[in-house]
């Protein structure tokens, strides 16, 4: 069974900080994406890594992806109270056509 | 234009009665999915229909019956409801898994 494991599950920062989110798994990720959850709302796709040791840029967000396609983070820098949400990692794995969520980073921006 | 609407977003009901929520997308995805959000914010698949036809159905009561009339249609029909299904239930659609998905806003759903 593929699990998705996400680390921190919690954070809480100030406004201007930069921080770094986990995602880890024990297969091999056909591809993967991030998303955003905030509250009230359904997740939102915020970007798609495919090839190994991808890295991916969008505005303050830098995604990348492990060369073993097993692994991915997300690093956000100089965060916003805007930023505050749940964010998702999830994928399909080789051999498989199931979609795996992972259990989430619940991210707190303070201004 | 909504992509993947979803309505209601709230239902408040209570215990044995049978609810519908109904979702639409207007993306021309093939395949939609309903999935749940329990309170630690996990979501679950439960089905998953490609071009109107079941292609994945998870370990769900059979109280929980899906219909699909046309590909931009998915509708999840819940019978006999329980004190533990309430949960936040999101549609999705997809053009394949490699693209993402693209979720509803939600319906919240609480039995008492």
């Known amino acids: 069974t593929q699990l998705l494991e996400q680390s921190p599950q919690f954070l809480s920062i100030q406004e201007g900080e930069n921080l770094t989110v986990y995602c880890n798994s024990s297969?091999?990720?056909?591809?993967l994406q991030w998303y955003r959850q905030e509250p009230g709302e359904g997740p939102v796709l915020l970007v798609t890594v495919v090839t190994g040791g991808e890295v991916k840029k969008l505005k303050r967000l830098t995604f990348q992806f492990g060369d073993a396609r097993k692994d991915s983070s997300l690093h956000i820098t100089a965060a916003q109270p805007g930023d505050t949400g749940l964010y998702l990692c999830a994928g399909t794995f080789s051999g498989t056509y199931k979609y795996i969520f992972g259990t989430g980073t619940r991210l707190k921006v303070l201004a | 234009d909504t992509a993947v609407s979803q309505t209601p977003k709230y239902l408040v009901t209570q215990m044995g009665n049978d609810k519908s929520i109904k979702c639409e997308q207007n993306l021309g995805h093939d395949t939609m999915y309903w999935y749940k959000q329990d309170s630690k914010k996990f979501l679950k698949i439960m089905f998953s229909?490609?071009?109107?036809?079941?292609?994945i159905n998870e370990t769900v009561p059979n109280r929980f019956s899906p219909k699909s009339p046309d590909k931009a249609h998915l509708n999840l029909h819940i019978n006999s409801l329980e004190l533990g299904d309430s949960a936040v239930y999101f549609c999705?659609?997809?053009?394949?898994?490699?693209?993402?998905?693209?979720f509803g806003s939600g319906t919240r759903l609480t039995v008492v």
């Open positions: 229909y490609n071009n109107k036809e079941l292609i």
């Open positions: 297969s091999v990720f056909s591809s």
């Open positions: 999705a659609s997809s053009g394949g898994p490699s693209y993402g998905y693209t």
